[in-house]
């Protein structure tokens, strides 16, 4: 059971926009910075979002990010192909003074 | 910039090994460090990180007195050194530069392709 939760899956058509949650509480969340990562298949993560909602020189403006509370999002808009991966959010948290990770979300692009 | 891990193996339970990671393409001795792992099949998980000057460590609960990090700025290296291995440790082994050079850790900005571990007897 992760710290942050998200959904285990998302999907969209091409050219649509999806969003993934990121729960989480107080500990972590409500008082820190939120991460996303990209996976694609067969390779390392990729830092896609820090700070809850800056893009890492490289990455494409159709990823956004935000957060809301206890609460995070990431946005893809012109859903593409390509964009087929598992996305992971991340943060630091108080309770165990650790780098916590969500579950992850397998994003289909249908 | 580019990490590449080394180290990784089949090992008994209860067993040690040691895995390294070697840095090039930027200043090593200018950001914290992080292994994450993730087991086959699943998601990642934050092993352990340590800053810029080797006085700030952190460690995942579920290693926390048996896995020891260090670095070594001079050779632009990092490693983990992990004891008494059980089966549940068994995953891919990244190691990741942090944005930044303490702890609490940033994002984390550049990775290596892993290196394997399996605890099996």
């Known amino acids: 059971q992760s710290v942050l939760t998200q959904p285990p899956s998302a999907s969209g058509t091409p050219g649509q926009t999806v969003t993934i949650s990121c729960s989480g509480s107080?500990?972590?969340?409500?008082?820190?910075?939120v991460y996303w990562y990209q996976q694609l298949p067969g390779t390392a993560p990729k830092l896609l979002i820090y700070r809850n909602n800056q893009r890492p020189s490289g990455v494409p403006d159709r990823f956004s990010g935000s957060k809301s509370s206890t609460s995070a999002s990431l946005a893809i808009s012109g859903l593409r192909s390509e964009d087929e991966a598992d996305y992971y959010c991340?943060?630091?948290?108080?309770?165990?003074?650790?780098?916590?990770f969500g579950g992850g979300t397998r994003l289909t692009v249908l | 910039m580019q990490l590449v891990e080394s180290g990784g193996g089949l090992v008994q339970p209860g067993r040690s090994l040691r895995l390294s990671c070697a840095a090039s393409g930027f200043s090593f001795d200018d950001y914290a460090m992080h292994w994450v792992r993730q087991a086959p099949g699943k998601g990642l998980e934050w092993v352990s990180g340590i800053n810029w000057n080797s006085r700030g460590t952190g460690f995942a609960d579920s290693v926390e007195g048996r896995f020891i990090i260090s670095r070594d700025n001079a050779k632009n290296s990092l490693y983990l050194q992990m004891n008494d291995l059980r089966a549940e440790d068994t995953a891919l082994y990244y190691c990741?530069?942090?944005?930044?050079?303490?702890?609490?850790?940033?994002?984390?900005?550049?990775w290596g392709q892993g290196t394997m571990v399996t605890v099996s007897s």
């Open positions: 991340a943060a630091w948290d108080d309770s165990v003074s650790g780098r916590v």
């Open positions: 990741a530069k942090d944005m930044s050079a303490q702890l609490p850790p940033e994002g984390f900005d550049v």
């Open positions: 107080g500990s972590n969340i409500g008082s820190y910075y």
